[in-house]
């Protein structure tokens, strides 16, 4: 089970753009694209500057508890008979 899922919300907590939050919009190996973040402007023949949605590294971005406006880590709880959840640690609130 990851930690850190497609349409989570995120804070980034170092960086350029640190201290924005918003929601991971896709996971590719260790890099996490974020919706609004890292976008850079590319020049393309025909069809002028273009932005494109560049990767973060997971490690640079955070779970962000929406009620709290917050950051924390995440862990795997185990409940009963082996089911698995994610809880928010600093809260000790269910994902």
Known sequence: MKKLR???PVMVI???F???ASTIENIVGDKVFV???NE???ATKGKGFLKKHL???ISNVMYYVETKKKPSKVKIDVVKYGKKTRMATKFKTKI
């Open 14 to 16: 170092s960086g350029k």
């Open 40 to 42: 850079a402007k590319r």
């Open 55 to 57: 990767p973060i590294h």
């Open 18 to 20: 640190k201290g924005k």
């Open 6 to 8: 497609v349409e989570d």
């Open 35 to 37: 919706k609004w973040i």
